[in-house]
């Protein structure tokens, strides 16, 4: 026969201030993070794309 008491879970109360979340799009240097980011990952597909098409040939 199964339990038929159940547990209450404790919900642990945590700081508002230790979860808030980086928000880089707010920062001039998170826009150039991520800007530069970019602009590397296209660098890469096309590096590869180049290659990719050199082999073919």
Known sequence: MPNSKKRKEVAEVKDEKGMKA?????????????????IGMFLGM?????IGIANVF
Request: without cysteine.
């Open 46 to 50: 096309l590096i590869a794309a180049i």
């Open 22 to 38: 980086f928000n880089p799009t707010k920062s001039r240097v998170g826009r150039v993070i991520i800007l530069i980011l970019a």
